[in-house]
């Protein structure tokens, strides 16, 4: 397995808490100002022996994917869940052939499941690769379908019901319920055909109860559109029915076009109604242009999480570069390659976890700019410099206390994550001079760990789902774990919940009288542990 080289700088004189100067630029951070809460960074999905992967066909006649191990695989799978700590994964739905075609009948209150095709990456294999992220780190998953049947009209948004909560029933018994699920890719894009608001409020009412009957929590999102213009026009129809908004778990836009003012449309209605705002699809060629975009959303427009295009493809599309190249020789893949995306996504996704909530932070520097975050006791700060010159900064901090030192990490034209020395805060302010064209991360997270120390173990991943959680959590006990105790701990690392546990199988704990927030499940036995976060919404 290629290991990711690590710069250590030791003595450069790059950081200081004293030498201000009066050009020096100056950041504020004010910890008690908390905006929206962070839900992690993730990428879409195609799998990876997807014949679009390596530019070949997904409709008849399909060409052949790539040839890769699994254990080829897994070191792909490790960059981006334990190294890059991406925890989303949006599978990518809906070209590779019909799953219910024809109409399975012509009632879409009884459903005749022997006419479904999931197979393959219709659906199975995202299952697939999903249950192999999840002990990675992974806590959303959404599929998102770019094309529905071709039978399908608006005039019977009944189908639609029947069809989607096929698919949402499919990962349910495969053995993950899914967190949230996407009405539609891009409704309002020709691609996939153009689908009103209002069809897709009325979805949305049939498959809800579909939901509720099944005991199945999982939220939509809405309306996973082309760009923040197209988004706001579907999510306000939809958002205004008191019955269709309650099944609603997200909004969702991607950045092809569109208007700064209908990003703030989506802020003001995701505020409306108390519901998270993501990012779910954009790339860009330019490494540094997409840590702004990183910015620009989270710092101006609220949104609560992040998703690139491709976490990892062959062949390259001409709007982005993935974070990993799959290099490969006809169908035969030889190696990987990552990409500077991938290095200026990990300034925030490795630091900025989920449940961290965004506190305010200003720079005097439009071309400095900055966002921070505390999560418990933990402060991240994440600072671009898009000067060609290196700048020096004075940081002042109000609102943490018992903040002493920060780890350094940076990354610039010819830096991936390099390490800095750890600087001190004395009176909760500091100076450090930023490198020309770079982003650099001040925090007191592991990124290793991402959690309070009081938390770090030498430990295993734990499965539990549903995730997010409203009422109950299932908690998978691991099969070689014998006996033991499961603790539920808040985000301060204070006990909240114990219970004791013999065999294996399924623990259900009885969430519904906590507060929302985020939450660390430890489970231990004689001999090992595991742990795992778990957010709670309400």
């Given at each position: 397995m290629r290991t990711?080289?690590?710069?250590?700088?030791?003595s450069l004189g790059i950081l200081s808490s004293t030498g201000l100067t009066a050009q020096n630029v100056s950041i504020n951070i004010n910890a008690i100002n908390v905006n929206q809460t962070m839900e992690g960074f993730g990428s879409s999905l195609r799998v990876f022996n997807d014949p679009h992967v390596i530019g070949g066909t997904t409709s008849d006649p399909i060409t052949a994917g790539l040839v890769i191990s699994a254990a080829e695989e897994d070191t792909i799978l490790n960059l981006l869940y334990n190294e890059l700590g991406l925890t989303r994964v949006r599978p990518a739905t809906g070209e590779d052939g019909p799953i219910e075609n024809p109409n399975d009948n012509n009632n879409p209150y009884v459903t005749d499941t022997s006419q479904f095709d999931f197979s393959w990456k219709k659906m199975d294999a995202h299952i697939d690769y999903v249950s192999r992220v999840v002990p990675r780190g992974v806590h959303?998953?959404?599929?998102?379908?770019?094309?529905?049947?071709?039978?399908?009209?608006?005039?019977?948004?009944?189908?639609?019901?029947?069809?989607?909560?096929?698919?949402?029933?499919?990962?349910?018994?495969?053995?993950?319920?899914?967190?949230?699920?996407?009405?539609m890719n891009e409704p309002g894009y020709i691609r996939g055909g153009i689908w009103s608001g209002e069809y897709l409020r009325d979805?949305?009412?049939?498959?809800?109860?579909?939901?509720?009957?099944?005991?199945?929590?999982?939220?939509?999102?809405?309306p996973d559109d082309l760009n923040a213009n197209e988004a706001y026009a579907r999510s306000q129809i939809i958002m205004a029915d008191t019955v269709a908004r309650e099944y609603v778990g997200a909004l969702a836009y991607h950045l092809y076009g569109g208007s700064n003012a209908n990003k703030t449309a989506m802020m003001q209605l995701g505020q409306q109604y108390n519901v998270p705002v993501w990012m779910t699809e954009y790339s860009r060629p330019n490494a540094f242009d997409w840590g702004n975009l990183i910015h620009d959303v989270i710092a101006n427009y609220n949104v609560s999480a992040v998703d690139y295009m491709w976490g990892f493809f062959g062949s390259q599309e001409s709007n982005g570069t993935q974070y990993i190249s799959l290099n490969f020789s006809g169908t035969s893949y030889t190696g990987y390659t990552i990409n500077k995306q991938y290095y200026v996504t990990g300034q925030y996704s490795r630091y900025v976890k989920q449940g961290s909530?965004?506190?305010?932070?200003?720079?005097?520097?439009?071309?400095?700019?900055?966002?921070?975050?505390?999560?418990?006791?933990?402060?991240?700060?994440?600072?671009?410099?898009?000067?060609?010159?290196?700048q020096t900064v004075d940081f002042a901090i109000n609102g943490l206390n018992n903040l002493a030192t920060l780890k350094a990490i940076r990354t610039s034209q010819t830096e991936n994550w390099a390490i800095l020395p750890d600087i001190t805060v004395p009176n909760n302010s500091f100076t450090a001079t930023l490198a020309p064209n770079s982003?650099?991360?001040?925090?007191?997270?592991?990124?290793?760990l991402g959690m309070n120390n009081s938390l770090s173990e030498n430990?295993?991943?734990?499965?539990?789902?549903?995730?997010?959680?409203r009422d109950v959590i299932n908690i998978q006990i691991p099969d070689e774990a014998s006996k033991g105790k499961i603790t539920l701990l808040n985000s301060n690392g204070q006990?909240?919940?114990?219970?004791?546990?013999?065999?294996?199988?399924?623990?259900?704990?009885?969430?519904?009288?906590?507060?929302?927030?985020?939450?660390?499940?430890?489970?231990?036995?004689?001999?090992?542990?595991?742990?795992?976060?778990?957010?709670?919404s309400k």
């Amino acid at each position: 397995m290629r290991t990711l080289k690590i710069l250590t700088i030791l003595s450069l004189g790059i950081l200081s808490s004293t030498g201000l100067t009066a050009q020096n630029v100056s950041i504020n951070i004010n910890a008690i100002n908390v905006n929206q809460t962070m839900e992690g960074f993730g990428s879409s999905l195609r799998v990876f022996n997807d014949p679009h992967v390596i530019g070949g066909t997904t409709s008849d006649p399909i060409t052949a994917g790539l040839v890769i191990s699994a254990a080829e695989e897994d070191t792909i799978l490790n960059l981006l869940y334990n190294e890059l700590g991406l925890t989303r994964v949006r599978p990518a739905t809906g070209e590779d052939g019909p799953i219910e075609n024809p109409n399975d009948n012509n009632n879409p209150y009884v459903t005749d499941t022997s006419q479904f095709d999931f197979s393959w990456k219709k659906m199975d294999a995202h299952i697939d690769y999903v249950s192999r992220v999840v002990p990675r780190g992974v806590h959303t998953y959404f599929p998102s379908t770019i094309k529905i049947e071709d039978w399908m009209t608006e005039s019977n948004p009944e189908e639609y019901a029947e069809w989607a909560f096929a698919i949402i029933k499919r990962w349910k018994d495969q053995g993950y319920e899914l967190p949230y699920y996407a009405i539609m890719n891009e409704p309002g894009y020709i691609r996939g055909g153009i689908w009103s608001g209002e069809y897709l409020r009325d979805c949305i009412k049939l498959l809800g109860p579909k939901l509720d009957t099944a005991g199945i929590n999982t939220k939509i999102v809405v309306p996973d559109d082309l760009n923040a213009n197209e988004a706001y026009a579907r999510s306000q129809i939809i958002m205004a029915d008191t019955v269709a908004r309650e099944y609603v778990g997200a909004l969702a836009y991607h950045l092809y076009g569109g208007s700064n003012a209908n990003k703030t449309a989506m802020m003001q209605l995701g505020q409306q109604y108390n519901v998270p705002v993501w990012m779910t699809e954009y790339s860009r060629p330019n490494a540094f242009d997409w840590g702004n975009l990183i910015h620009d959303v989270i710092a101006n427009y609220n949104v609560s999480a992040v998703d690139y295009m491709w976490g990892f493809f062959g062949s390259q599309e001409s709007n982005g570069t993935q974070y990993i190249s799959l290099n490969f020789s006809g169908t035969s893949y030889t190696g990987y390659t990552i990409n500077k995306q991938y290095y200026v996504t990990g300034q925030y996704s490795r630091y900025v976890k989920q449940g961290s909530q965004r506190i305010d932070a200003a720079s005097s520097n439009n071309d400095v700019r900055v966002t921070a975050y505390k999560d418990g006791a933990d402060m991240t700060i994440v600072v671009l410099n898009n000067h060609g010159v290196a700048q020096t900064v004075d940081f002042a901090i109000n609102g943490l206390n018992n903040l002493a030192t920060l780890k350094a990490i940076r990354t610039s034209q010819t830096e991936n994550w390099a390490i800095l020395p750890d600087i001190t805060v004395p009176n909760n302010s500091f100076t450090a001079t930023l490198a020309p064209n770079s982003i650099t991360t001040f925090t007191t997270v592991n990124p290793s760990l991402g959690m309070n120390n009081s938390l770090s173990e030498n430990i295993l991943p734990l499965t539990i789902y549903p995730n997010p959680a409203r009422d109950v959590i299932n908690i998978q006990i691991p099969d070689e774990a014998s006996k033991g105790k499961i603790t539920l701990l808040n985000s301060n690392g204070q006990h909240i919940k114990e219970v004791q546990f013999t065999g294996t199988g399924i623990q259900q704990l009885n969430i519904s009288h906590l507060s929302k927030g985020l939450y660390w499940v430890r489970l231990k036995d004689d001999n090992k542990t595991w742990t795992a976060k778990v957010l709670i919404s309400k």
